[in-house]
Structure formats: structure tokens, C-alpha cells
């Protein structure tokens, strides 16, 4: 499966973005409803760390504790696609934004992101204080 990630921009603190992550690719394994969607960040000079992620088959849901409460994962089936809104935008959440899909993970692996088998390019988003 192909992933691309988009949405990502400059927002003012307080703001909201929604981020969007499309899935494409041959046959059957483009369904992304097959695959557990996970989003990561980096941040410059940082590791990259989990932000949220939707299990396959919408079976559950799960957000860092840094976003939990502010972000809202989503999936779109009939667009083959997964979201990520963003809302009360901080700047420490600014940071580049990969969604990334597996089809095998367990749910401790969830939040690891060398777990996932797939990657899209990533987007920027930025929060101006």
C-alpha cells in the first residue's frame, strides 16, 4: 500500500488543522480499512513519537497523552482514507506528521514506530505562539 500524507500547514496557537492520510495501491492491499493507521511526529532534533493510531477495522482507538482530549482520529472507508484533527493547536505540536499502516500489529506494538511496515512522506505543520 502507497500512503500520502497531507493538510499539514501554519496555524496560529489555538487553531485546528485536519490532516489527511490516502491510501492507494494495487488491488485487495489498498484497503486501508485492513490496516492498523497509525500518526507519528518529529519534531527538529527530536526522535519521532507516537500521536495516534486506529486499529484495523476500527476495533479501537489510541492518542498520546499529549494530545489526548485535543486530537481525533478518524477513518473514511469510501475514501480509502485516515484523519487526524487537529484542534486547540499548541506549538509544541509542531513537528512534521507521518501516518503509517501495518496490517500485522499487535496492540502493544501500536505506539512503536519502527513496527510499521508502511510510510507516507510526511507533512509540516507549524504552530506559531
Known amino acids: 500500500v502507497q500512503l500520502q500524507a497531507s493538510g499539514g500547514g501554519l496555524v496560529q496557537a489555538g487553531g485546528s488543522l485536519r490532516l489527511s492520510c490516502a491510501a492507494s495501491?494495487?488491488?485487495?492491499?489498498?484497503?486501508?480499512?485492513?490496516?492498523?493507521v497509525g500518526w507519528f511526529r518529529q519534531a527538529p532534533g527530536k526522535e519521532r513519537e507516537f500521536v495516534s493510531a486506529?486499529?484495523?477495522?476500527?476495533?479501537?482507538?489510541y492518542y498520546s497523552d499529549s494530545v489526548k482530549g485535543r486530537f481525533t482520529i478518524s477513518r473514511d472507508n469510501g475514501r480509502n482514507a485516515v484523519y487526524l484533527q487537529m484542534n486547540s493547536l499548541k506549538p509544541e505540536d509542531t513537528a512534521v506528521y507521518y501516518c503509517?499502516?501495518?496490517?500485522?500489529?499487535?496492540?502493544?506494538?501500536?505506539?512503536?514506530?519502527?513496527?510499521?511496515?508502511?510510510w507516507g512522506q510526511g507533512t509540516l505543520v507549524t504552530v506559531s505562539s
Open positions: 503509517a499502516a501495518d496490517r500485522n500489529l499487535i496492540v502493544s506494538s501500536i505506539q512503536t514506530h519502527d513496527q510499521y511496515d508502511y
Open positions: 495501491g494495487p488491488s485487495e492491499y489498498a484497503f486501508i480499512n485492513r490496516y492498523t
Open positions: 486506529t486499529r484495523w477495522n476500527s476495533l479501537g482507538t
